[in-house]
């Protein structure tokens, strides 16, 4: 008996075994069939390239299985139902929605571009190389999906006696001027604007050009006649004892042009430079008596008549007002800048405790107290003789700060280097 159960047990044995063997047998050759069954895929999802094996049927199920959910707007290369084959290459495009304004009016638009001019061109808004976009048009399109677009336009422009139509966008006329390459000078102004109003279609920039001058006008004088009595020379006879010398006077006037037409004259002053010579006539009062021994002399007065000056135009000649250069002088080169008594953070108060901003008419400078002491009288070259009233942090050494009123006088001046002499 005991052989008889050893034999029906490993019989068992050999079975379980047989039946183990052909499940692992089964098995395998179920996962290399199912294996051998995928499809090999390439994925392009967003710019960013992945391989993937699949057993996927079509295109929209393998996206399935990438947990790629797919939207109205998304582009997808080649069709959601195409059939997955080996070796497939798919691409998919998420949609964005992305906000364009122009000129202030928005719209929006769903678009797979990246590229401003691209996205541009999809929705049809054309660009021309006057307008102001806040993106290069060959740049990607930022974090925030928005494109802003100023239009441009035209607007008249007079500068002096000059016209022309230039483009612009909606600026100020500061920055008009700016972009424009036009600097006023001090008396200088444009008409009916504030350099901070802002441009529109409508809009015409006057500019009026201002050209103060100094106008010095030579003229002659005329002499006096000065008679005198000559008892030696026979009565009713004249003789010129001393000719006469016209004189040369000079009249200053300042004279204020705008557009190159005269505005203004205003005599400054008066100078004789060689004053007349009086012209000297001898007057006879000799007389010839017939038959008398003796001769009586008959009293004559000198007769000056009164002659009055006549004006007569000389040569002109016409210098820059404020270009007169002291003589003398402490001379040498400095660093000069320019700076408002409006400045932002500044009180309009100079280090001296003068009111600039009450005093527009004076001529000031900041100065370095070691190198030009407060109080110095100082010629500047290009500016005129202005008095050392204030100092600056970033005035050390041989720099200086000119005052001027307005911020765009300033930016014309910018950084220069000038000849200065401290007169005392």
Not at 297 to 321: E, F, H, Q, R, Y
Request: a neutral charge; charged letters at 25%; proline letters at 2%.
């Amino acid at each position: 008996m005991k052989h008889l159960f050893l034999g029906s047990l490993r019989s068992k044995q050999t079975v379980i075994i047989s039946i183990i063997s052909l499940v692992l047998f089964v098995s395998v050759i179920s996962f290399v069939l199912y294996q051998g069954t995928k499809k090999s895929v390439t994925l392009d999802a967003n710019g960013e390239t992945i391989e993937v094996i699949t057993h996927a049927k079509t295109v929209e199920q393998l996206l399935q299985e990438q947990n790629i959910d797919v939207e109205e707007h998304d582009k997808i290369s080649p069709s959601l139902n195409t059939k997955i084959v080996n070796g497939i290459a798919i691409s998919w495009e998420q949609g964005k929605e992305v906000t364009i304004s122009v000129d202030g009016n928005r719209s929006k638009v769903w678009t797979t571009e990246t590229q401003v001019k691209d996205i541009l061109k999809e929705a049809n808004i054309e660009v021309s190389e006057y307008d102001l976009l806040a993106q290069g048009l060959d740049t990607e399109i930022g974090a925030d999906n928005k494109i802003d677009i100023q239009k441009a336009f035209q607007v008249s422009l007079v500068d002096g006696v000059n016209k022309r139509q230039v483009w612009s966008t909606s600026t100020t006329v500061a920055n008009f001027l700016k972009q424009q390459g036009i600097q006023l000078n001090e008396f200088e102004h444009v008409e009916n604007y504030n350099l901070k109003d802002v441009l529109t279609p409508e809009s015409k920039i006057t500019i009026v050009r201002v050209e103060k001058v100094i106008d010095v006008v030579e003229e002659s004088l005329d002499f006096a006649i000065r008679k005198e009595q000559d008892a030696s020379l026979q009565e009713g006879k004249e003789k010129v004892v001393t000719e006469g010398q016209k004189g040369l006077r000079t009249k200053t006037y300042e004279i204020i042009k705008e557009n190159g037409k005269v505005v203004a004259k205003k005599l400054k002053s008066k100078n004789i430079v060689k004053e007349p010579q009086n012209q000297v006539v001898a007057v006879g009062t000799k007389t010839i008596v017939h038959n008398m021994a003796s001769t009586d002399n008959i009293a004559s007065t000198d007769s000056i008549p009164n002659t009055a000056s006549k004006d007569s135009i000389g040569s002109k000649s016409t210098v820059l007002l404020g270009s007169t250069e002291p003589v003398s002088g402490s001379e040498f080169y400095v660093i000069a800048t320019a700076y408002t008594p409006y400045c932002k953070g500044c009180t309009g108060t100079s280090a001296t405790g003068i009111n600039l901003r009450l005093n527009p008419e004076m001529k000031a400078i900041a100065v370095d107290p070691s190198v030009i002491k407060l109080g110095s009288k100082v010629w500047v070259e290009g500016y005129g003789t202005a008095v050392a009233v204030d100092t600056g942090g970033a005035i050390k050494g041989n720099k200086i700060d000119i005052l001027v009123q307005t911020e765009i006088q300033a930016i014309n001046w910018g950084v220069k280097r000038v000849r200065i002499k401290v007169l005392n």
